[in-house]
């Protein structure tokens, strides 16, 4: 069991990574080397003016657990990327390592050390074409796909709320399928939020759904001191937003059927057989 959590965990933080790659011959901890450099490349694209971090948290009601995870959203003058924060710093981390060598028992202490897996992917703005992007790790493949700005028809309120020091304003809507209170504030006059939210006077520090099953709220803003880099690594399959939504449903509903076509095996080498269970699905669109 403790090989089989291993295994999945890891290709959720290296996400160009396919997941056969850790049921290779030999103990998965050992001095297997990940060619890093040659599955995944950076690329700059800006430098965040601010960074804002958001805890997120996510209930799937129907098998009554809770995910609680940290995002970051980086603020650029050309674009602006969100992603987990655990992700971050594991990229941030290997921007010191050798990347040609890295072995699993170091991809392993990075895991260790800096957090999990996430559900969130990367979504990474286009601020002078307004498109967005996202790539995110599904069913052992990384997928990407393309969209045109997001658009929110918002209803503002005079209502304020003290989120994260800054004075904020409420603002509703409803959006492919979940209805939205979200804390905008005009302190920081910048039209974006955590995941895609924007379209609004003012930077989102806080973004709850009407079941209260996803929970985003500011818990520290500071400078920003990085790069905004877009990571390409070419495994991506492109897509849509709708099929991979289809796809993500079917993998989160079907694990075992998913993680067996896989390769999955004990630690005798032998195929395993897991229980056909649901897994968390809670999706922010749920059209």
Known sequence: MKQLLLLLSLPVMFQPLRAQVFVAEGDPTGD???????QE?????DH????????HTNIDEEIGQTMDEYDILQLGGAA??????SRFRVDSALAYINR????????TKLHNKYGGGSLVGRIIWDLHTGEVEVRQFCDGASWLYREPRPEFEWTLSEDTLVVCGYVCQRATCRFRGREWEVWYTEEIPVSQGPWKFCGLPGLVLKAVDKNHSHIFEAVSIRKGNSDIKKNWSGWELKTTREKLHALEKDY????AA?????????????PMKLPNRRGFYNPEELE
């Open 32 to 38: 297997q080397i990940i060619p890093l450099d040659k």
């Open 41 to 45: 490349k950076d690329s700059v694209i």
């Open 48 to 55: 965040a003016l601010l960074e804002c971090i958001y805890s």
């Open 80 to 85: 602006v990327k969100y992603m987990s924060y």
């Open 100 to 107: 040609t060598q890295l072995t699993v028992r170091q991809a």
């Open 252 to 255: 989160r509903m079907n694990m």
């Open 258 to 270: 998913h993680l067996e076509a896989m390769g999955v095996q004990s630690v005798d080498g032998t």
